[in-house]
């Protein structure tokens, strides 16, 4: 598992670790039922506290990504699909309300985005 910490940006690191985790979780880098590094693995390596580490494990939990087993650790949850369907979903919708407002910015009408779609799927 690979994390990096970025100190320059505004996101506070108990994100970034929870975002990369969770990615890694859905694009399967890492596999249902697979061991996470100890909390306090994981801070040493990072050089952070172990209360951040923490913080971001709580909601990986939480959120469903991720279970404990008291005495053993934390583990990759089985996918629900419907909420990697749903975290899809927002993606999508991100990316389109991009889409319209650089398309407004061009002119293009939605008969042009969608003939680019069409032609981009004939590739």
């Not at 923490?54 to 629900?80: P, Q, S």
């Amino acid at each position: 598992m690979k994390i990096f910490i970025d100190n320059r940006g505004g996101m506070p690191i108990y994100e970034q670790i929870y975002n990369q985790i969770k990615a890694q979780i859905i694009n399967s880098s890492l596999n249902e039922d697979e061991s996470l590094p100890s909390i306090r693995n994981l801070a040493k390596d990072l050089r952070i506290s172990v209360i951040t580490t923490k913080r971001a494990y709580d909601e990986l939990e939480r959120d469903g990504y991720i279970y404990t087993v008291a005495g053993k650790g934390c583990f990759v949850a089985h996918k629900n699909t419907e909420l990697l369907r749903e975290e899809n979903l927002k993606k999508i919708e991100e990316y389109i309300n991009k889409i319209i407002q650089l398309a407004s910015s061009c002119n293009l009408t939605k008969r042009d985005i969608i003939d680019m779609i069409d032609i981009m799927e004939e590739e």
